[in-house]
């Protein structure tokens, strides 16, 4: 193979990448940290994601839930075979990583201004490094608001991490779709949270992350509080395979999410989201 077909086939073709940590969040899902076995680190920004291979298995698309480090850190949940693989991968194994691809949350565009971000399931996992690039540099933020959701308060992530967001400045509101009596916290969907929430409509910028249901119904309850469509930003997930805008599974009318995405305002989303394609 010449150099040339080599750099050409390079996006293609999975990194390896050693576990050099693993905790357990959930029930189902685990936080792993990984680090190239050599070559240059690899820094996703918050909001990008990678395509993470799992030897003899597959790959799938995994969002970052870390910062912008020499340590790549994703946040996955076991729903299938790769993800289950990538789950139970433990320290001092290979895991296979190409990537980062897609684009980031606008953080540029909050400095200065309000930041909220409102998180559900999952989706707060490719919001953490948002969440971590804002304590990290908090003065350049007016309020940061983080809102969290979950179907039960055993589903919720990152729950040791909450009192160092608060510590750090950062108003943290958690709830529940439903919960036992000895649960002692607010119960209802995330959405809900943003009628009360302290930030200011005209100058905030907001970053969801969840089912399209709750995105979609977050991003109406903010409109509601006059926060402009345009200063909403979601982030889609679609099948991804290539990551690279070649094969097309990703195709969402007009965009494809894996190049254009993942992150889009919400004023786009709507309009790509409104249609269900056959």
């Known amino acids: 193979m010449t150099a040339l077909a080599a750099e050409a086939t390079a996006p293609l073709t999975p990194r390896p990448f050693r576990v050099t940590r693993r905790r ?3 029930a189902d899902t685990w ?13 996703a920004q918050p909001g990008q994601f990678t395509m993470l291979y799992a030897f003899g298995v597959g790959e799938v698309p995994i969002s970052s839930s870390g910062g912008a480090s020499d340590t790549l850190v994703h946040t996955v949940r076991a729903v299938g075979a790769v993800s289950a693989a990538i789950c139970a991968a433990a320290p001092g194994s290979l895991i296979g990583v190409r990537g980062p691809f897609g ?3 606008p953080l540029e565009e909050a400095r200065g201004r309000d930041l909220v971000i409102v998180g559900g399931g999952i989706g707060l996992a490719p ?12 003065g350049a933020y007016a ?6 959701g979950s179907r039960t308060p055993a589903d919720l992530l990152f729950t040791r991490e909450y009192e160092r967001w608060r510590r750090g400045g950062i ?11 000895e649960w002692r916290g607010k119960v209802g969907v995330v959405g809900q949270l943003v009628a009360n929430a302290d930030f200011d409509p005209e100058e905030a910028v907001c970053l969801l992350c969840g089912p399209e249901v709750m995105m979609r119904y977050t991003a109406l309850a903010l409109i509601d509080r006059h926060v402009p469509a345009e200063q909403i930003h979601v982030s889609l997930e679609r099948n991804m395979r290539c990551a690279l805008g070649h ?3 990703c195709q969402l009318g007009p965009t494809l ?5 993942p992150v889009y305002s919400y004023a786009e989303a709507a309009r790509l989201t409104a249609v269900r394609e056959l």
């Open 171 to 181: 108003d943290v509101q958690v709830t529940v779709d439903s919960a036992r009596s």
């Open 257 to 261: 999410i894996c190049r254009d995405g």
């Open 31 to 43: 936080t792993l940290e990984l680090s190239p076995l050599g070559g240059a680190a690899l820094a």
């Open 247 to 249: 094969c097309g599974h």
């Open 127 to 138: 919001l953490r490094g948002a969440i971590y690039a804002a304590l990290n540099d908090r």
């Open 103 to 105: 684009n980031c949350w």
């Open 143 to 148: 309020n940061v608001v983080v809102l969290v």
């Open 24 to 26: 357990r969040e959930t």
